[in-house]
């Protein structure tokens, strides 16, 4: 089946610890996204990367991190620096070819205790 | 910057009452308006794309359209199932990037 998976589901962390949430896509799309969902509101970027080995910040990258090594996976390292982690967090893809639909995967929520 | 403001922020509808969703939108050069319905704990799933204005998509009770300052998501006859966030995303013509509006929140009662 061809999909985004985001691994864990659900993750737990320790204030001062650094988390990575994993984001795999075998769509052959080029662009990946990561996107914030805090409850009630809507989707925030913070990175997003259009091809492999380059990445631009998105309006809350601070406390963020990423990577784009391979075509297929696009990982989200959530820093100690970021003053607010806990959160709904969203990878997504864009087809770049026909209609450039974005498509997202299933999510990863992201509690600091 | 681009804008996108949904209305209203939650609808209750009984079961077979038709409505609308109302997004608007500002952008300098609009590549596409993107329809999502997210359910609870689950990512958005996609709906309709509409590129330009006078345009119409259809998928069984669900029906989007647009013009150059807004777009209308029309709910015939919904039914419970159709209970869900109804998230709307604008893609300017010089970007990559998807800015989401805040979301309808829509509750179809039986």
């Known amino acids: 089946d061809g999909g985004i998976t985001q691994s864990p589901k659900y993750l737990f962390r320790k204030e001062g610890q650094n988390v990575t949430l994993s984001c795999e896509q075998n769509l052959n799309h080029d662009a990946m996204y990561w996107y914030r969902q805090d409850p009630g509101q809507g989707l925030r970027l913070i990175y997003y990367s259009q091809i492999v080995n380059d990445f631009q910040k998105g309006d809350i990258a601070e406390g963020y991190s990423v990577s784009r090594e391979k075509k297929e996976s696009f990982p989200l390292t959530v820093t100690s620096a970021q003053k607010n982690p806990t959160a709904f967090y969203l990878c997504?893809?864009?087809?770049?070819?026909?209609?450039?639909?974005?498509?997202f995967g299933e999510g990863s929520w992201l509690t600091v205790v | 910057e681009d804008q996108v403001t949904q209305s209203p922020e939650a609808l209750r509808l009984q079961e077979g009452e038709s409505s609308s969703l109302n997004c608007s939108y500002t952008v300098s050069g609009l590549r596409g308006l993107f329809w999502y319905r997210q359910d609870p704990g689950k990512g958005p799933e996609f709906l309709f794309t509409?590129?330009?204005a006078g345009e119409e998509k259809e998928k069984e009770r669900l029906k989007a359209t647009l013009t150059k300052k807004e777009s209308f998501l029309h709910i015939t006859a919904p039914k419970p199932e159709d209970s869900a966030t109804y998230l709307c995303?604008?893609?300017?013509?010089?970007?990559?990037?998807?800015?989401f509006g805040e979301g309808t929140q829509l509750t179809v009662n039986p």
């Open positions: 509409l590129y330009s």
């Open positions: 995303a604008v893609r300017e013509t010089s970007g990559s990037r998807l800015t």
């Open positions: 997504a893809s864009r087809d770049s070819q026909g209609r450039n639909t974005i498509y």
